[in-house]
């Protein structure tokens, strides 16, 4: 507002405003905070920034998806048993705790990181590559985009705390025990959605998601998982069916992966999953921009594309707003799942894909 007063903002072809997450902390915030950008500037001088966006990456799905013509006949409910996007750190809280107790996992990395690499993932082609358009389409995929079984959330959302364990042969302490956290403190370090798309292209497929600090690894990546053959009349050397596996690696180790089934060499005719592997560095060598640096050149450009416009913000704050409702409600600290440090998370995380007949990746 009080840029506004200042009169900072008055030419909207000159005056940028760069919004840096968190932008509001649920629905109704996000809204309100729209409403005061909206009265000191106009949108087209607002950049929100979301830093995955500036990743070499996450910019390449657009592009693999639709520069290619063999991969989108195939991305649907037809073809397409679910999607799982995976964003792993080793890090824990990194003398945070001040902001990180107000957000946990949903606010920090689902509402803005993951829901862009969903988005991405999941939205129609755009008409053209102008900012609009594009975001235009995220707008409506995440409009069709519901948390599961929202009368069950327990049954859809799983979140978990990390506690002490050992990281690079030493022992890191757990969350509540970090500076600055609270002793009793139930914010979740770690986060694992299912969400339903309720259009033609995706109906029924599950889009698995999680989140956590603390992991053993640090690790992005969105996997595309492919429905299994309808009848398999080779013996599989690990005896079950192996569906193929399209795997975007957006960090570290970039790259992509599609892996399928080959014959073993024999007279037995056994097969065994093998993966098709291409790799940034070999084929490009090191050419890493950062991506702040990539949004900050966009911005004095005046290219909003690659920037979250307000209704985005507010679609996606909508989807996760029963949730964090659920989480946010004053609870004893036994309520949140624990996981030790190094760990993949709780277990009940496992269960949520268990109880679908699925499991989550290995990474
Ligand atoms: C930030 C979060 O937006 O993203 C941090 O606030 C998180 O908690 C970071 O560690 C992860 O970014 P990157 O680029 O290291 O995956």
């Known amino acids: 507002m009080q840029l506004g007063t200042a009169d900072m903002l008055p030419d909207p072809a000159k005056h940028r405003l760069v919004i840096e997450k968190p932008f509001g902390k649920d629905l109704t915030s996000a809204q309100a905070l729209n409403q005061v950008v909206r009265k000191v500037c106009d949108e087209k001088q607002v950049y929100r920034i979301d830093h995955y966006l500036g990743k070499e990456t ?37 003398g ?23 988005c991405l993932s999941a939205m129609e082609p755009p008409n053209s590559l102008d ?4 975001r235009n389409e995220k707008v409506k995929v995440l409009q069709a985009t519901h948390i599961a079984d929202i009368d069950h959330i327990e049954n859809s959302a ?16 757990g969350y509540r025990d970090e500076d600055g956290a609270s002793p009793g403190s139930t914010t979740p370090t770690y986060a694992s959605l299912k969400l339903y798309i309720d259009n033609w292209r995706w109906k029924g497929v599950p889009i698995y998601m999680r989140t956590g600090k603390r992991m ?3 690790v992005t990546e969105i996997a595309i998982q ?18 193929n596996v399209l795997a975007l690696r957006i960090q570290p180790d970039e790259g992509i992966s599609m892996r399928f089934e080959v014959k073993t060499p024999g007279t037995s005719l056994r097969t065994r999953s093998v993966d098709m592997d291409f790799r940034y560095d070999t084929a490009f060598g090191q050419a890493n921009t950062d991506a702040y640096a990539r949004l900050l050149v966009d911005c004095m ?10 209704d985005e913000v507010e679609a996606s704050w909508r989807i996760l707003t029963p949730l964090l409702n659920v989480w946010d409600a004053p609870a004893p600290p036994e309520v949140i799942p624990l996981y030790e440090a190094g760990s993949w ?5 496992e269960l949520l894909l268990n109880r679908d007949n699925r499991r989550w990746r290995r990474l």
């Open 158 to 173: 799983i979140r978990g705390q990390y506690t002490a364990g050992w990281r690079d042969g030493r022992m890191v302490p």
């Open 226 to 243: 492919f429905k299994e053959v309808p009848f398999l009349m080779f013996q599989s050397a690990s005896r079950q069916a192996n569906p």
């Open 301 to 310: 450009l005046g290219d909003q594309t690659l920037f979250t416009r307000g």
């Open 216 to 218: 053993p690894k640090k």
């Open 96 to 118: 945070r705790a001040g902001y990180y107790e107000t957000a946990g996992a949903l606010r920090d990395m689902v509402q803005n990181h993951l829901m862009q690499l969903f």
């Open 58 to 94: 996450v910019q390449n799905l657009m592009v693999f998806r639709f520069a290619n013509a063999i991969f989108e006949p195939l991305w649907n409910r037809q073809y397409v048993d679910h999607l799982q996007i995976t964003v792993a750190e080793t890090v824990g809280l990194e």
């Open 345 to 349: 998370g709780p277990i009940e995380a």
């Open 131 to 134: 900012a609009d358009s594009i």
